[in-house]
């Protein structure tokens, strides 16, 4: 898939399994947090789903989320929400050591 020209502020940002070295469990249960359990599955971002992403976003195409304006508000959501956790997260562990 070929992501648009963007500012760089506007650049999509995909988290794979392991991002910073942590587990690649989700929170909320599901044995593998990747790009696609985060965006389409992951029952921690049902809210920002309901309120950025089309009722049949899950039949369509990946490239709707991308060139919709209001879907990639919502994308930018869960990854500012995913980063600020690992980032509090990987602070916390800087305190411990």
């Not at 469990?25 to 920002?48: M, T, V, Y």
């Not at 950025?52 to 039949?59: A, I, L, R, V």
């Amino acid at each position: 898939m070929r992501l648009p020209e963007t500012e760089p502020s506007e650049r999509i940002i995909y988290l794979d399994p392991g991002f910073f070295g942590k587990a690649a469990d989700c929170a909320c249960g599901h044995p593998l947090e990747d790009r696609k359990h985060l965006i389409f599955d992951c029952s921690q971002w049902d809210n920002i789903r309901k309120k950025f992403f089309p009722p049949n976003f899950k039949s369509s195409s990946s490239d709707l989320l991308i060139f919709n304006n209001k879907s990639r508000n919502g994308l930018r959501e869960i990854m500012k929400h995913k980063l600020q956790t690992l980032l509090s997260s990987l602070e916390n562990e800087e305190l411990q050591t």
